[in-house]
């Protein structure tokens, strides 16, 4: 290995970092990202819930790219650094989005190339290397991190040009933060909120907004928060859902389709947006009124007035299982006989009603349904007997029919 080393006798001037030094570096990165790491949370605490939250993935990956790609050029510097290159982008790119500045990111790579330095001594002095060697090494980092440092600011100041805002996006940071949940401390909201000039609120109400579309976002009354580089965008309302609210703020979103969550308490916001966003899929579906595909004037909708296809269709997979479960009984017939069925045994349940009364709402005779009735009442036996597996049978009959009409693209009866 032709590595410079240190000889009373000779001492190099600085060059290229040889080619060697790759294999000495190579079994020393997965303790080195370790290493870094630690000192980076230690040393910047915020980083510490990235590094644990739902994009840790993307952010090791990208640390271990930073690190690989430098000792990869170590050993082939024509090597490729797209991947690098676009990982470091994304780094600058979601610094913007969380309203940060890019102070945070740069101390972190200011403290990786220290760690990387602090490691490279260790290794100099195993293996003898020269202090001019040394001196290469170092210079050869600070480059690099400078090259990491750019590829983000490329990222930062592109994601701030798309988002059409200035640097200081406190009141997006604060949005993300609420959404976080309970995880979040009261008092770093309320810090945040200081700093946004938002009065922090008991209750909220989230309102999600169908990707693509783009509201005046200067039309929305002043204390409501929004995040429209999300690719699913939402909005934050403080308090709860009025009547002025409501027609303030479908003048301010234009046509846009957007359904309202549930109110909830501060903590339970992320609740109030998953309700939110379930409501526009089934809106958008046809499940549900007011989507603007089928033509309906007011495109906001109310999880509030839907509550019930929200609950039974929330968890599609458990409403199959459920239906496999309790329709058990009428798997063995032809699909035509089985929707007759199903229908039968649906208005049945839900009205209780007489043989003349279900024949009314299905258009066909009351014997004819005296006929179905016993078909299902020996398919079923017990089961419609039994509270609870009558009470489950008819939940998975409403789960079946909401879905089955939201596919056809009519409204559900």
Known sequence: MT????????????????????????????????????????????????LEGPNSRVIKIGI????????????????????????????????????RSLDNLQAAYRIGCQVALR????????????????????????????????????????????????????????LRRILGGTAVARSALAELA??????????VTMVAVAPGTRPARTALDRDVLQDFADPEPHLLVPGAFSEERRASLAAALGGCRAAVGLTTGLGEAADSLRWARHTLALAGSGVVGGSAADGADDALVLSEDHLLPLWLLGDPA???QMARKYLAPLVGLTPAQ????????????????????????????????????RILDRAFGDQLAHPDDRFATEIALRALHLRRH??????PA
């Open 3 to 50: 590595i410079m080393r240190q000889t009373p006798e000779h001492t190099e001037s600085p060059g290229p970092i040889p080619r060697e030094f790759a294999a000495i570096m190579r079994p020393e990165l997965p303790s080195l990202l370790k290493e870094m790491a630690a000192e980076i949370v230690t040393a910047i605490p915020e980083y510490g819930h990235l």
């Open 64 to 99: 271990e790219q930073s690190i690989a790609t430098f000792v990869d050029r170590v050993a082939a510097p024509t090597a490729t650094t797209s991947l690098r290159d676009d990982l470091c982008r994304r780094f600058g790119r979601f610094e913007a989005y969380e309203g």
């Open 119 to 174: 490691r490279v001594r260790t290794v100099g002095r195993r293996y003898n290397l020269s202090a001019s060697f040394m001196l290469t090494f170092a210079d050869a980092l600070f480059a690099y991190m400078g090259d990491l440092a750019e590829l983000s600011r490329e990222g930062y100041v592109q994601a701030l040009a798309e988002l059409g805002e200035e640097p200081d996006n406190r009141r997006r940071r604060l």
């Open 194 to 203: 200081e700093h946004a000039a938002w009065p922090l609120p008991e209750e």
């Open 318 to 320: 458990l409403a199959d």
């Open 338 to 373: 089985r929707t007759r069925l199903i229908d039968t045994l649906r208005i049945w349940l839900t009205t209780r009603g007489t043989a003349g009364q279900v024949a009314d709402q299905l258009g066909v005779h009351p014997q004819t349904v005296r006929y179905r009735l």
């Open 406 to 411: 939201g596919e056809d693209g009519t409204a």
